[in-house]
Each structure stands twice: as C-alpha cells, then as structure tokens.
C-alpha cells in the first residue's frame, strides 16, 4: 500500500509564509508527478502546482508567484512553500501523486488533506 501524509498546515496571518510538505510511503518503485491541490467547503478541488520527476513545474494563476513547489526525489517528498498568503488561500490541501509500486503500474493517490487558515 502507498500512503502520503501532509503536514505543514496551520493558521498563520495575511501576508507571512508556510510551508507543506508530503511524504510519499510503502512498497514506491518510482514516482511521476506529484501535485498539490486544494478545497473549501462548497466548491470543487482546484489545482495549485505540480512537479514532475524531472522537475518541471506547473502552477494555477492565483498562486503564481508567491508560492513554489518543489521535491525531494530521494525522499519521495514533495513541498509547497507559499509565500505572501491571502484569506482566499484558506483552504484544506490535498496532496496528489502518480506512484508506481513494486511489480505493479502507475496509480493515483490522494493525501488526507492539511488545513491551511489565513487570518486577515
């Protein structure tokens, strides 16, 4: 079985930094793209940034720019740093993976998600 597991979140004001990360765990022979993704309540899961294994990044518009992804190949880790964080940018995040395992293919997985809060 493969787990990720975030951690990172927390309540932090208008304007300061965070950083998640997410740790990828269990039978892993190689991992593709690793995301970040995040929902509020009422409203679909949206993407932020993601990273390839080769490290090409991608990122949604309203995060350009203050935040940054990035990973840790031997670790199977992969970070979201945001900077410069909004009220809007409250939100649970997601972290989102394509893991092969041992003697088997490439599947999707989901982390159970961290709360990010920010205070105005």
């Known amino acids: 079985q493969v787990q990720l597991v975030e951690s990172g979140g927390g309540l932090v004001q208008a304007g300061g930094p965070l950083r998640l990360s997410c740790a990828a765990s269990g039978s892993i022979r190689s991992i593709n793209t690793m995301g970040w993704y995040r929902q509020v309540p009422g409203k679909q899961r949206e993407f932020i940034a993601s990273?390839?294994?080769?490290?090409?990044?991608s990122y949604a518009d309203s995060v350009k720019g203050r935040f940054t992804i990035y990973r840790d190949n031997a670790k199977n880790t992969v970070y979201l740093q945001m900077n410069n964080l909004e009220p809007d940018d409250t939100a649970v995040y997601y972290c989102n993976a394509d893991v092969r395992r041992i003697m088997s293919t490439y599947r999707n997985y989901w982390g159970q998600g961290t709360q990010v809060s920010v205070s105005s």
């Open positions: 990273t390839t294994a080769g490290g090409s990044t």
